[in-house]
């Protein structure tokens, strides 16, 4: 129901930036926030951003690297991935939250983007 676009190999200090887009509905009232899941582990908090773009948390491990941002007007959501490492390297998802607050829970969102690949080599 979202799509998450943008991944791909970088090499490590390079740059990305993340989109997630919702063809068939609005999140605009929402909350939507980025995760992302590597190989082996559990999916995990990385950033969200509030329904008016006003609020936002991130992840400590992305936290002075990572931008999230909205535009309403497009209906998107992005994710500006600076000075990636390797330990960035995951399938990144973007979902919408229940409601218009950000929120680190990932019980609290409901809608799924598909994921994109990012790969950051050393």
């Known amino acids: 129901q979202l799509q998450a676009s943008g991944g791909g190999l970088v090499q490590a200090g390079g740059s990305l930036r993340l989109s997630c887009a919702a063809p068939?509905?609005?999140?605009?009232?929402?909350?939507v926030g980025w995760f992302r899941q590597a190989p082996g582990k559990e999916r995990e908090f990385v950033s969200t951003?509030?329904?008016?773009?006003?609020?936002?948390y991130y992840a400590e491990s992305v936290k002075g690297r990572f931008t999230i941002s909205r535009d309403h007007a497009k209906n998107a959501v992005y994710l500006q991935m600076n000075s990636l490492k390797p330990d960035d390297t995951a399938v990144y998802y973007c979902?919408?939250?229940?409601?218009?607050?950000?929120?680190?829970?990932?019980?609290?969102?409901?809608?799924w983007g598909q994921g994109t690949q990012v790969t950051v080599s050393s």
């Open positions: 979902a919408s939250a229940r409601g218009p607050a950000a929120t680190v829970l990932i019980s609290q969102y409901n809608y």
């Open positions: 951003i509030n329904w008016r773009g006003e609020t936002t």
């Open positions: 068939r509905r609005t999140f605009s009232n929402n909350a």
